[in-house]
């Protein structure tokens, strides 16, 4: 028995409640594991609200809020490969899990080990975030020395893919409200504030010829203002808004398997996919967390260490 956030009708943040669950049962390809430390999403609130039924498997209520956590094994389903009894792994909630718990159970083809020297904390923030970093910049596919647009770099995503383009030798531009420049810049970001500053015309100052590519974390009206600043419309890649295709751009093509969490975890490891922390709740503050990332102006990532 263990407990658990989450909710148990669609709604808003008032449909949020916490409650006493059994340890779910590792059904095939799943591992039960206690959780150590869970990643907060949009998506999180986004499910909640049931505005993506599609994503939600169809789960009956209650649900437990959260997608992806670290945290150690405590038992196997069949068909289990390479996860053991007691190994400290991170991954992706399986369709019946839920990642704001004491326990819950996790997609083993979607869960990996956390190397040695990368913690808990760091490990909770890659499956989501980070492996969309990867992702995002694998599919651009930019040499050294050429020129990104970060649109929303200040926020769990943004600054991923700002550090792991600086890591491939990228010049990286991003954009943010105010608050966002002291985290871009830190991570040698040059920022653009677009509460105080017209972005495009400052962007065309810094980028003469225009971008070689663009990573939107926006999406809407956002997306559309910056995207005429990319040299080709084929290398806008956005991450939250498919509408980009109207304009030329792809949609991220998600990788979510043990590959690529192991990938993710070796550049965290080099320190080149490390998050930027920025808020760590215990479980009981779990509503405040979640608020963070809703109001949609969140800095960093925003973890729930439960454990
Ligand atoms: N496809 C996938 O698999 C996948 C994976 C992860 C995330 N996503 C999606 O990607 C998006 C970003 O995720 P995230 O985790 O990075 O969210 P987040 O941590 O909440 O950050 C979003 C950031 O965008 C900034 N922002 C909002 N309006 C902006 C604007 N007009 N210009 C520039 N920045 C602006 C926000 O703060 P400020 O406005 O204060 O700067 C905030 O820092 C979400 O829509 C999420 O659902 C998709």
Same mark, same amino acid.
């Given at each position: 028995m263990g407990q658990a956030w989450g909710f148990s $009708?669609?709604?808003?943040?008032?449909v949020q409640e916490f409650f006493d669950r059994p340890d779910p049962e590792p059904g095939r390809g799943e591992v039960l594991i206690r959780v150590t430390v869970a990643g907060v999403n949009p998506l999180d609130h986004l499910l909640r609200s049931g505005l &993506?039924?599609?994503? *939600?498997?169809? $789960?009956?209520?209650?649900r437990v809020l959260g997608m992806e956590a670290a945290g150690i094994v405590l038992a196997r389903g069949e068909d289990v490969e390479g996860l053991e009894v007691g190994d400290a792994v991170f991954g992706f909630a399986s369709t019946g899990g839920g990642t704001y718990a004491e326990t819950t159970v996790l997609s083993a083809p979607n869960t990996a080990r956390i190397p040695a020297g990368v913690s808990a904390t760091v490990a909770a923030t890659l499956p989501v975030s980070g492996t969309t970093a990867v992702d995002a910049l694998d599919q651009l596919d930019l040499p050294a020395g050429a020129t990104v647009l970060v649109n929303g770099v200040g926020g769990g995503v943004g600054l991923a893919v700002a550090r792991l383009a600086i890591g491939r030798e990228l010049r990286v531009i991003g954009t943010g409200s105010t608050a966002k420049r002291e985290h871009a810049e830190a991570v040698g970001v040059r920022f653009i504030d677009y509460a105080a500053e017209n972005v495009v015309a400052v962007a065309r100052e810094l980028v003469a010829d225009g971008f070689d590519g663009i990573v939107d974390l926006v999406g809407g009206t956002s997306l559309r203002t910056v995207a005429p600043l990319a040299r080709d419309p084929h290398n806008i890649i956005a &991450?939250? *808004?498919?509408?980009v295709s109207d304009l030329g751009g792809r949609f991220v093509e998600r990788h979510l398997d043990r590959e690529n969490l192991e990938r993710s975890g070796r550049l965290a490891l080099e320190g080149v996919l490390a998050p930027v922390v920025t808020a760590v709740h215990p479980l009981s503050d779990a509503p405040a967390a979640l608020a963070t990332v809703e109001n949609g102006h969140s800095s960093g990532k925003v973890v729930i260490k439960v454990a």
């Open positions: $009708r669609y709604g808003g943040p008032e &993506v039924p599609g994503l *939600d498997g169809g $789960r009956p209520f209650p &991450v939250g *808004d498919m509408s």
